[in-house]
C-alpha cells in the first residue's frame, strides 16, 4: 500500500479509529477498548511494522480518534469500576441520545491519554463535541 500512496502523490494519509469495537457498522466510531488495537486488521505488531514503515518512507500518519463518547457495553468503560468514572458525571450530560452512547467527562481528564506512541503524528478528534487535527 505504501508505494501506491507515494506513487499518487501522498504525503500522509488518515486511518479510520483502529481501537476495538463490536459493532462493525459503527467502522469504529463506537469504542469499547481505547487502549489497544483493534484485531479485526492484524495483531499489535501488525500495526507497529504498518506505522514504522510509513515513516520510513516519508509517509504521515493520523489516527482518526473518538474521544468525546463510548458504547455503553458492560466489557467497555460504561462503570468501569462500580461508578462513573469515565462517564459526564452530570446526569443531564451523560447519555448521548444521537449515537446512543455515553459522553466522557472531559472536565476530569480521565479521558485525555496521550496517544502518541511510534511515529504517529496527529490523530483526529471525530467527536459530538467537537472535531479538528490534534497533535
Given at each position: ?5 507515494k506513487?499518487?502523490?501522498?504525503t500522509?494519509?488518515e ?22 488495537p483493534t ?8 500495526l507497529?511494522f ?13 489516527l482518526d480518534?473518538?474521544p ?8 467497555g468503560?460504561t462503570?468501569?469500576?462500580g461508578?462513573?468514572l ?11 441520545p ?22 504517529i ?15
Amino acid at each position: 500500500m505504501i508505494p501506491y500512496i507515494k506513487r499518487q502523490g501522498f504525503t500522509h494519509i488518515e486511518i479510520l479509529p483502529i481501537t476495538e469495537h463490536p459493532l462493525d457498522e459503527s467502522w469504529g466510531y463506537q469504542t469499547t477498548g481505547y487502549f489497544a488495537p483493534t484485531s479485526r486488521y492484524g495483531s499489535a505488531d501488525d500495526l507497529k511494522f504498518f506505522v514504522s514503515k510509513c515513516a520510513e518512507n516519508g509517509v504521515g500518519l493520523f489516527l482518526d480518534w473518538v474521544p468525546g463518547h463510548f458504547c455503553q457495553d458492560i466489557h467497555g468503560l460504561t462503570l468501569f469500576n462500580g461508578t462513573v468514572l469515565y462517564e459526564d458525571s452530570r446526569e443531564e450530560r451523560r447519555f448521548n441520545p444521537e449515537w446512543g452512547t455515553l459522553n466522557f467527562d472531559v472536565r476530569r481528564g480521565k479521558s485525555l491519554a496521550s496517544c502518541y506512541q511510534a511515529h504517529i503524528i496527529g490523530w483526529k478528534n471525530s467527536s459530538s463535541t467537537g472535531s479538528g487535527w490534534m497533535r
